[in-house]
């Protein structure tokens, strides 16, 4: 028997049990949409890969190798007597699967063509009785014995292991198609473990898994920055900056950390997800290579994990994404888009603080003024007998009120936050607002845009920072997610002939940079403001000449 989900892969408890007559029944009759779809994908497309995971992941699936409460290793009931192995990657799949047939009928249960028709899933039943301690040794002897000349696919190796349900009429199924694995061959406990610098190690792992420190190349680190990108590209189509939202990921470095042994994993783990998102058609040898880069340059003394663990940590993870088709990148919706060289640090710092707070700004007042537009509607209608209840999204929830005033807006636009999980107005806000016309943020943009001076600043980025620190053998910083405040501030001002730039700044120059945010402010206030500012300067130009 087999555990059935029917909700796809992201379904963790099983719809049923099915046994492998029903098994087969429905692979001979499972002509669904997304398997139709998912054979009619071009693999020439650079999204191939992409769509068929996405496809794949709503098809139904079995725990071929066991039954289980739930999918974990932790919560199998029994297992199912038969052992899974998947092939990948055969462009004439249906001529393939009939060589095996011819080949192998006499170990072959069951055969059928993959869910997207260039592969093939294979289920061998197993005389011997199969059990936590001895699958691993049971399926290496049919790897190394049964099928020599097979190149299975890695991935399916666990005994929880997913099959989706395919589609494939002229499925091979051979009931008396057994295997038996000699005594000497099954361990009573292949489940070595043993303390690493990551915690506890499962080093059972047949095919592939025991020569994992051969599947990755090592490749220079200058080469390996240069090859992958570490953040969201975006192209700012105007003169020095773009205001737009961007779902933005980043693996960012911050200076003088070194990662200590309790977060190696998190960290580890999160730098991998990320540079998959950014890299997907970049091979995993260049990023097995910066977290291996990463683990002999940005840990803590005397934490450095073993190549062997390191080897098996990288693989578990990138088996485990390419399982599930689904990467977790750390993401941030970011608005505020400089193009670089074009203004300094400090002038891109202020700047953005600017837009963020004008964008805040815009956003308030259209608010208040749709929620007013809403309300003197909705007032106008019942007097004549007839409400319309109908409203644009943000307020989805209105209320029927008596009169439109400040507090029913507020109260209004704070309901429809709270439906949405969102943090509501405050009535000083609204008041504040209250009377003040929309903001068109675009002509605002605009303007900014052709105020601005551009000035050419080179800047040292975090990945020619890396390989300076490697070039020199220095400990340097820990390569970690960014998911906090923005960071627009990469690029540092360079020491010219005349000394450094950020010094020579008057009081007035400063100030010009200042007075649209505070320009209200005067005397020792307007002052600290300017000398704050030319701290900030100061200790980027220090930066800089360190």
């Known amino acids: 028997m087999f555990s059935y989900f029917e909700k796809g892969i992201t379904d963790c408890k099983p719809y049923k049990k099915i046994s492998i007559e029903a098994l087969v029944k429905e692979i001979k009759t499972n002509n669904s949409t997304a398997i139709q779809e998912l054979r009619k994908l071009d693999r020439k497309d650079k999204d191939y890969d992409a769509k068929k995971r996405k496809l794949k992941q709503t098809l139904p699936n079995i725990t071929p190798n066991c039954t289980v409460s739930r999918r974990s290793l932790k919560n199998i009931i029994e297992f199912s007597g038969y052992v899974y192995f998947d092939i990948d990657d055969k462009e004439n799949a249906g001529d393939y699967k009939a060589e095996l047939i011819e080949k192998y009928k006499d170990s072959i249960c069951l055969i059928c063509l993959s869910s997207s028709g260039y592969g093939l899933s294979i289920l061998t039943k197993i005389e011997n009785e199969i ?47 057994t295997i038996e694995i000699p005594q000497e061959f099954i361990a009573d406990d292949d489940r070595q473990q043993a303390k690493s610098a990551f915690g506890t190690i499962n080093y059972s792992s047949p095919d592939i898994v025991p020569n994992a420190p051969y599947l990755y190349k090592f490749i220079p680190i200058g080469e390996v920055i240069n090859k992958l990108r570490f953040r969201t590209e975006v192209v700012v189509e105007n003169r020095v900056f773009d205001m737009r939202p961007v779902e933005y990921c980043e693996v960012f470095l911050p200076p003088g950390y070194l990662i200590p042994k309790g977060k190696k994993i998190r960290v580890f783990s999160q730098v991998i997800h990320n540079l998959v998102f950014l890299n997907p058609d970049v091979s995993h040898d260049y990023i097995f290579s910066y977290i291996y880069w990463l683990n002999s340059h940005k840990t803590v003394p005397g934490t450095k994990a073993s190549d062997r663990d390191l080897f098996r940590f990288f693989d578990m993870v990138c088996r485990s ?21 074009t203004i300094s640090p400090g002038e891109t710092k202020i700047l953005a603080r600017k837009m963020t707070d004008m964008n805040k700004i815009y956003n308030s007042i259209n608010k208040i003024q749709l929620a007013k537009q809403i309300l003197e509607s909705t007032n106008r209608e019942s007097a004549f007998g007839t409400i319309n209840y109908s409203s644009p999204d943000i307020l989805s929830n209105a209320l029927l009120v008596p009169r439109t005033t400040q507090q029913s807006v507020c109260d209004l636009l704070n309901e429809n936050a709270k439906a949405k999980g969102l943090k509501g107005i405050g009535i000083r806000t609204v008041k504040k607002y209250w009377n003040v016309e ?9 303007m900014e845009n052709e105020r601005i001076e551009i000035t050419y600043v080179p800047k040292i980025t975090q990945e020619q920072d890396i390989c300076e620190n490697d070039q020199e053998g220095s400990p340097g910083a820990h390569h970690q997610s960014r998911t906090g405040q923005e960071r627009e501030c990469q690029a540092e001002e360079h020491e010219d002939g005349d000394g450094d730039r950020n010094t020579e700044y008057t009081d007035d120059e400063l100030w010009e940079h200042l007075k649209d945010d505070f320009g209200h402010l005067s005397g020792d206030a307007r002052r600290n403001k300017i000398t704050v500012l030319r701290e900030i300067m100061e200790e980027q130009a220090a930066g800089a000449e360190s």
């Open 131 to 177: 059990t936590a301690c001895n699958f691993a040794s049971i399926r290496r002897y049919i790897c190394n014995h049964i099928f020599p000349d097979l190149k299975f696919d890695p991935v399916p190796n666990s005994q929880v292991n997913a099959c989706y349900v395919s589609y494939d009429p002229d499925c091979y199924y051979n009931p008396s198609a």
């Open 321 to 341: 994404i390419k399982k599930s088709g689904v990467t977790n990148p750390t993401t941030r919706i970011k608005f505020f888009h400089c193009k670089p060289n």
């Open 438 to 446: 929309p903001i068109d943020l675009d002509e605002v943009v605009q």
